[in-house]
């Protein structure tokens, strides 16, 4: 007759319990993931369309994509006569247009909170670009360290937190928040 013996080792009990929790822990994530998806604000993007006749502070933010609720940020500009005391004046020809490291903030081109030499003769156009946002959002995978289980739900995507949480002056979207709530109460 043989024999066999097992050894359990300890701690084993509380690894496979956590495997468990992983399966589920994942499971509400992708939950939370895809809500998360289907509530995602719209993004826009600023386009010039006068190319190099543009503003320096315009063609600065060509292309720059962000979450719609959030305003774009544009260099501050400044006149610099020539002749000026202003080591960034031109060395001949007229005056000239240098952009600063603060920022204009305006929700679209034209914006009436501009400074009047941002939005004047202004041909940018704001182009709202759907799902970009939502494309951004997946589940993490579920981490086990001992008996702990944990996972995330990301959105890599500039100025998100802004769009999430708000600003002073704009209001948050809280559509992460919102999904985790949402997927929570439909477990219950």
């Keep these: ?15 496979l319990a956590a495997g468990v ?14 809500e998360a998806k289907d509530r995602a604000p719209d993004a826009k993007r600023w386009q010039t369309t ?11 933010a060509d292309g720059q994509i962000i979450p719609a609720s959030v305003p774009y940020q544009l260099p501050k500009m400044e006149y ?14 007229p005056g000239r247009w240098v952009t600063l490291a603060a920022v204009d903030l305006a929700d679209r081109p034209r914006d009436p909170s501009l400074p009047l030499h941002q939005r004047i003769h202004c041909e940018c156009q704001s182009v709202i670009v759907p799902g970009v946002i939502a494309a951004a959002t997946r589940a993490l995978p ?4 001992g008996s702990k289980v944990s996972a995330m ?6 100025r998100i937190g802004e769009a999430e949480f708000g600003t002073n002056d704009t209001p948050g979207s809280h ?10 109460a439909r477990r219950r």
């Excluded at 610099?80 to 020809?93: H, L, W």
């Excluded at 579920?142 to 360290?145: E, G, M, Q, S, W």
Aim: no cysteine; charged share 30%.
């Design 1 to 15: 007759m043989a024999r066999t013996k097992a050894r359990i080792y300890p701690g084993l009990a509380k690894r």
């Design 21 to 34: 929790i992983r399966d589920k822990v994942e499971r509400i994530t992708e939950a939370v993931a895809e």
């Design 50 to 60: 006068n190319g190099a006749d543009a503003r320096p502070s315009h063609r600065h």
């Design 80 to 93: 610099v006569r020539k002749g000026g005391d202003d080591r960034r004046r031109s060395g001949t020809g």
């Design 142 to 145: 579920a981490t086990v360290r």
């Design 153 to 158: 739900v990301e959105v890599v995507f500039p």
């Design 175 to 184: 559509f992460l928040s919102l999904a985790g709530s949402l997927v929570m």
